[in-house]
Every structure is written in C-alpha cells, then in structure tokens.
C-alpha cells in the first residue's frame, strides 16, 4: 500500500500531522537559533538569565578565544565571593553528609589569582588548577611557599590548563620576570591528557576542539549545535537531579555507593570520591605516546627559556589523591570502587616514571611529592578535599614545605 492508495480521511490527517511536526521543528529552530545569536552578541547576559548550568553558555561568560592558550578568561580582574561547594566530584547520591568548602578568589589584570607579593618576584610557580585553587587568597600553593621559604612568589596557575600552555604562559609572564626559580607543576591525573587535547586542537578541523570548549570556533553553526546540545542536556540532567536533590537532601545512607572509596586513616574508616585513574600501560608505553613526546619538547623548551634567563627550572610531579591514599583502601568501599582498585595499583607509578625520565633526559631537577605525601597519608593525614579533585590547606602546606626544602638546598 502507497500513500496514495491510502483513504483520503487518512492522508488528510498524515499530511496535517506532517505539517504541524515541521512547523514546530522550524519553530524551535527559529526561536533557538535567534536566542543563540543573541547571547552570541551579548555574552554576560547568559549570567543575568541564569545560564551558568548550561556548559556552552558557562564557558562563553567566562572565557575568550587565545590563539595560543585556547582560551582565556573574560574578566581578568573578577571576585570570585564567598561560595560554597562540596566538591567537583560530589553528588548528593552518594547519601554522604560532607560539609561544604567555603571559598574566596580574587584575581589580578592578567586573569590570575592575586599575590600578596610585589615584584621583583623570587619564584614563578606555573600550572593548572592546582597552583589557582586555594579557599582564599593566602592560601594557594604559591602563598604558602612565600611563607614557608621567605621568597616573593607569582602565581601563574589556570585551571583546565596543560603543558603546552604552561609553556605560553612562562613565555608570556614568567621569564621576563627575572625571577630566581620557575616551578612548572605537573599534576598525574590529567596533564598528558590536557597535553593530547592541545595538540588536536592545534590541527584544526571541525573536530578539533579542546575538551568540550568551543569558544573561538569560527563556524557559526557548528557552535550553535553545540549550545543546542547542551541546553538539551542540561534540562535533561536537571528533570533527574530534582526529584532526587529534593528528597535526599541531607540524608546519610547506610550502604556505600558503588563509586566511593573508604580509606582507612588513623584507625578511622574516611570516604571519598577518586576522579583520575592510571591507564592500564607501562612507563615505557606512555613515553613512546604522541603526547609524551610533546611534554619531552615542553620540558626542553622550559629549560631553554629558563636558563637562557638566568632562571633554575624545576619541575614539581603531583600525585592524584587515588596514587597517595589507594593502597589504604578498606573492603568495605564500594563496589564498582574495588573492582578497579587491585588493578590500579600495579600502575599507580607509571606516570611518575614517565615524567621522571623525560625530566632525567633534559637535565631538569624533578621534585616528587609523591613520598612525602604517601607518608603523611600514613600518618592518618587528609591532604585533598575527600570529594574534589584538589588538596585541601594541609596538602598544600605539605607541598609548599617540600617545594621550600628543596630551594633551601639550592642556595
């Protein structure tokens, strides 16, 4: 049977209803796409319409395209007041009371977080987030060193930044500064992968973006079906969490969630969230990647540039919070958390001996944080925000007092 075939009572109704299902296509279409160019040309109204849930339109308030670095961010000079969080990789589904992390940020005109110090700066510290978070502005790692070694100290810390950028950065602020020492920090968890997006973006094409961030892209279109996508996801996520947010809020379950670790801390049983784990490779593997081979040239290249400025390079290795407290994972964690647990920790140094041979061959002193900070989680010691990524105010200290010891030697 063919459409024309088909009673006229019925046809009439197909083609209505063909006609309506367009329509409203063409609708959506036209109300999105004129909505997207809109916020295209006026930015910060996505914060006045509350759009900082909606991942395309979060990244477009904060950030603008660098040719070199990505992305940089919007408003240089922001006041980040007095918010509370509980961590990037916390979720009331885990049915854990955590107490929430108070948290103050101010920045200076070039975008980073502020300095309690004034040049001439003694020590440049460069990497990701984990030289920009800090609960308040004398807490960061950079603070904390200035404390700990009596040296004045510049912070060049971006988050979602990698090797390749920390480069730029050094280039761009760090190696006029004259400074005695040039900290590159490199953290295990996503610092090659950062390393292998950069170097897709760098080529270019359609899929060549960085992470999810297409700020800069010059097809017009190809952003809005971005924005188009993650404001379907958005609303999507938001009709899941909101029946489960508002009946949980505040109560503690008493089984473990399948993705949560209990750690066994000076007689305590501590949970927490683990976010980064070791491919399943050898040192030797990950060295012959595409992207190791860059962190060799980056690491070279920070040398040159060091030495050529009459600066000492040292680089710092970042241990994730699995490769310092996984050993000392209790049975009673969760499910899905064991079942990968065993097998993370026969590679739990791969990535330190990668950095560990590449910073050999360029003649680069390396500083580890890994042993001291394996001791101190020993010793029953929380050095990270047991459901975020990055250290608390201890692992920092810890950090800044290791990083201090070290430069002490050098005089």
Do not use: C
């Not at 309690?116 to 920009?132: A, H, K, L, T």
């Not at 590679?347 to 041979?357: P, R």
């Amino acid at each position: 049977m063919t459409f024309k075939t088909l009673p006229s009572s019925i046809r009439a109704i197909l083609w209505r209803t063909t006609k309506t299902i367009l329509f409203s296509f063409y609708l959506l279409f036209i109300t999105t796409f004129l909505l997207f160019s809109l916020l295209e040309s006026f930015p910060d109204l996505g914060k006045a319409v509350s759009l900082q849930n909606i991942r395309y339109y979060a990244q477009a308030a904060e950030y603008v395209a660098d040719p070199t670095l990505v992305f940089v961010p919007r408003h240089p000079n922001k006041v980040v007041d007095a918010i509370e969080f509980r961590g990037d990789g916390y979720s009331p589904g885990f049915g854990i009371e955590v107490s929430p992390i108070r948290y103050h940020a101010s920045y200076t005109n070039n975008g980073f977080r502020a300095n309690s110090s004034q040049p001439p700066f003694d020590i440049v510290v460069i990497g990701d987030s984990y030289i920009e978070f800090g609960e308040s502005d004398d807490s960061t790692l950079s603070e904390l060193l200035k404390q700990e070694s009596g040296l004045s100290t510049l912070n060049l810390g971006r988050g979602w930044y990698g090797p390749p950028q920390y480069l730029e950065l050094f280039k761009r602020y760090g190696s006029a500064t004259k400074a005695q020492y040039a900290i590159l920090a490199f953290f295990s968890g996503n610092d090659a992968e950062d390393t292998r997006q950069y170097i897709r973006w760098q080529r270019g094409g359609e899929g060549g973006d960085y992470y999810s961030f297409v700020v800069g892209r010059r097809n017009f279109f190809i952003r809005y079906l971005h924005a188009f996508r993650d404001t379907y996801n958005a609303i999507i996520h938001w009709r899941k969490e909101f029946p489960r947010t508002a009946t949980t809020e505040g109560a503690i379950s008493h089984a473990v969630h399948p993705d949560v670790g209990m750690i066994q801390l000076g007689g305590l049983l501590v949970p927490m969230y683990f976010n980064y784990w070791n491919q399943h490779v050898t040192t030797s593997q990950l060295l012959e990647r595409e992207e190791w081979k860059h962190i060799r040239t980056v690491i070279g290249q920070f040398k040159a540039l060091s030495v050529q400025n009459l600066i000492i390079p040292i680089i710092v290795f970042i241990p994730t919070k699995l490769e310092v407290y996984g050993s000392q994972f209790d049975h009673q964690s969760g499910s899905r958390f064991l079942s990968k647990i065993r097998d993370q920790l026969q590679f739990d140094m791969n990535t330190l001996g990668a950095l560990e041979a590449v910073s050999q061959e360029q003649r680069v002193q390396m500083v580890n944080l890994m042993p001291a900070f394996r001791a101190l989680a020993r010793q029953g010691k929380v050095l990270y925000h047991p459901f975020d990524t990055h250290w608390n105010v201890t692992g920092r200290r810890a950090a800044a007092e290791a990083l201090a010891k070290e430069i002490q030697n050098k005089k």
